[in-house]
């Protein structure tokens, strides 16, 4: 399903986030690679039983990932892996289309971890 312009998805993924591991054809089998790959099709799994919009024009994501600890990844890639993730679910076109992050994207603490999205078209 294809929205216009104005359609913006809000979601909450209520789990902790995995880091995207930098991976080779032949270390995606390990299990580094393997959770990433994993965290990947559950995210997935859970936008598309959402059942959002295609995204074909450039979008605005805002990312907040909530931690119980301090025990966590670099936001580049927690980043990377839900643009991946999108991507692999079919919301994104190309991970390429996302110009722009939203105020807010970044690392919280909360006693309930949770990814919360947000993604916005923008009008360019």
């Known amino acids: 399903m294809q ?3 104005a ?14 591991a930098r ?3 032949r270390s995606k089998w390990y299990a580094r690679g393997r959770l990433t790959l994993d965290f990947q099709a559950l995210v997935a799994s859970f936008i ?5 919009p295609v995204y074909t024009t450039p979008v605005e994501l805002t990312c907040r990932f909530y931690f ?3 025990r966590h990844g670099d936001l580049k890639n927690y980043i990377a892996a839900i643009e991946d993730a999108l991507q692999y679910a079919g919301v994104l076109a190309n991970d390429k289309l996302v110009l722009r992050y939203g105020a807010g994207t970044g690392i919280y603490y909360d006693e309930n971890e949770r ?3 947000k993604i916005r078209p923008l009008a360019i």
């Not at 359609?7 to 995207?20: D, G, M, N, Q, W």
């Open 48 to 52: 598309r039983a959402k059942n959002p």
């Open 23 to 25: 991976m080779t054809q």
């Open 68 to 70: 119980r600890d301090r």
């Open 3 to 5: 929205y216009g312009k």
């Open 7 to 20: 359609s913006t998805i809000e979601l909450v993924l209520p789990f902790r986030a995995i880091p995207k």
């Open 115 to 117: 990814i919360e999205l």
